[in-house]
């Protein structure tokens, strides 16, 4: 299963919603394959199965990787092998981690995995925490902090800053181990916890964020977003301030795991790990100070995949390139939605409450909608906004998205979830994105010979719509209601004129 070169088609995206790329993550509590598709930029999983092996729950005892555990990681592994067969998967990365680092056994394992057909590549600590950095870089452009990768077997704290990857440091803290440095009381826990952190003496404190990387680490996070009431539910970006995180790393670690275990989004496996990992988020926390603590979804998988992209790839807005395959395989292709975003543009610009980049993904949303059935536009259309997994969105801009869908199938009565991550200025403006986005699409049909023939802008106290007169026909009954709807919405008074082509090549030159 040699790995070779992706092809991509020359808008740099992977082929729909086929797989095409494959990584098997070999670690201390888990074996995990995961399918990729859409975007480079902004990858979606199609497939993600793990196998809890737990290769590296002995390791601190014997110093070897438990032979029960090598058996069940085998039988996951086989079956993986054959799964990429069958699915003639090309490009395929293997990587192993701290319990086939540090167990004796370890280069026998890995020769068993190769007898597979496989690759595996053995990552150093510093490999791991640069590669988990690299992830953090790729989920939230401009991040600067320091980055806390929590595996089964170690935690990989690693500095980043200005899209670069700083110093780094791997401990044995990782969540099979924490027991290991268990006191007879909370106290005596940080204690040791903090003694084993001065090996990383070359952090004092984080000038920033602390980004928190790892499935304990999410887990914790649906802890908090639930006992919160937060209206999103994907851990991925979910933020807390300092003392909001110390009372979530309190609150957890007094938790005793059979309670957790009732939670309905946390596994038996993290539940049992949780109240540990909390004591050590109260110790990184004092320790370090930062500003805020950020949970991310994308971690070590995620930064392979950014790591090799070219610069123009990762020069890419990831928000625009997983909005735009998403609504292309959708019907609404990037162009069109580009078009109708710049036609929209002069009558409600994002210049006071929204920015360009979310009024773009809004606009490819709420065209990828009216290809759903009427009943069920709303509120997908809205999930897709609130509860997908988007990249560097902030949640206003969530908030903003779903509005502007709203906007465009004429609906105000905003959900409770959606008015309570935006302010009322914000949704204001994103409805009127919508309508526009609805006078749009309805003036014309999708035709693109529309932006050609027509413009609307705000001057003065008018909106005006400019039709040439040859296409003054296209201003029927359903256009004027959708200019009035959005006219009223801003305050203005409706206006169409028919002007030559001339005066309508004018008056877009002046803009």
Not at 372 to 397: F, S, V
Not at 418 to 439: D, F, H, M, S, Y
Request: with cysteine.
């Amino acid at each position: 299963m040699a790995s070779r070169a992706r092809k991509a088609d020359r808008h740099g995206a992977f082929s729909g919603n086929r797989v095409e790329r494959a990584i098997i993550d070999i670690g201390s509590n888990t074996v995990r394959l995961v399918l990729y598709g859409g975007s480079p930029r902004a990858p979606v999983t199609l497939f993600n199965e793990k196998v809890a092996a737990q290769l590296g729950r002995e390791i601190a005892q014997t110093g070897r990787l438990a032979d029960e555990a090598i058996e069940l990681a085998m039988r996951g592994l086989r079956r993986f092998a054959l799964l990429l067969r069958d699915l003639k998967i090309e490009k395929i990365d293997v990587v192993a981690t701290a319990a086939s680092r540090d167990a004796s056994n370890g280069a026998e394992f890995l020769q068993a995995v190769t007898a597979l057909g496989f690759e595996p590549r053995l990552l150093s600590g510093e490999d791991e925490a640069r590669i988990s950095a690299m992830g953090i870089l790729g989920a939230f452009p401009g991040a600067s902090g320091l980055v806390a990768d929590l595996g089964g077997g170690s935690l990989e704290l690693v500095r980043i800053g200005e899209d670069a990857v700083g110093r780094a440091s791997s401990l044995p803290l990782g969540t099979l181990r924490l027991p290991d440095h268990s006191g007879e009381t909370a106290s005596e826990t940080r204690s040791n916890l903090a003694a084993q952190l001065s090996a990383a003496d070359w952090i004092e404190t984080v000038d920033g964020t602390l980004y928190l990387v790892g499935g304990t680490w999410r887990s914790m996070a649906v802890f908090a977003m639930e006992d919160r009431g937060y209206p999103l539910t994907d851990p991925h970006g979910f933020e807390l301030g300092l003392e909001d995180g110390l009372y979530l790393a309190d609150n957890v670690a007094g938790f005793d795991p059979a309670e957790l275990r009732d939670h309905p989004r946390i596994s038996s496996m993290r539940s049992a790990t949780l109240p540990a990992a909390g004591i050590l988020l109260r110790v990184l926390l004092e320790k370090f100070r930062p500003r805020c603590i950020v949970f991310s979804s994308w971690g070590l998988r995620e930064g392979i995949l950014y790591d090799e992209l070219e610069d123009f790839a990762k020069n890419q807005d990831p928000l625009l390139a997983g909005v735009g395959e998403f609504a292309s395989m959708r019907g609404a292709p990037p162009m069109l939605a580009t078009r109708v975003a710049a036609w929209t543009v002069g009558a409600v610009p994002a210049t006071l409450h929204g920015s360009e980049r979310v009024r773009l993904a809004a606009t490819m949303l709420a065209l990828a909608a009216m290809q759903i059935e009427p009943n069920l536009r709303i509120g997908l259309a809205t999930d897709w906004a609130m509860q997908k997994r988007w990249i560097a969105l902030e949640p206003d801009g969530r908030a903003m998205m779903a509005a502007a869908v709203a906007g465009n199938g004429n609906h105000y009565d905003l959900p409770p979830e959606v008015r309570e991550l935006a302010t009322p200025e914000q949704l204001e403006e994103a409805i009127c994105w919508g309508l526009a986005i609805r006078l749009c699409r309805r003036l014309g049909g999708r035709s693109d010979g529309l932006f050609n023939v027509s413009k609307i802008e705000k001057t003065g106290t008018d909106l005006v719509l400019s039709l040439e007169e040859g296409h003054s026909d296209l201003f029927g009954i359903p256009s004027e209601k959708d200019l009035d709807l959005l006219a009223k919405r801003l305050k203005l008074n409706p206006k169409v004129q028919f002007v030559t082509a001339s005066q309508l090549a004018e008056s877009k030159s002046r803009t």
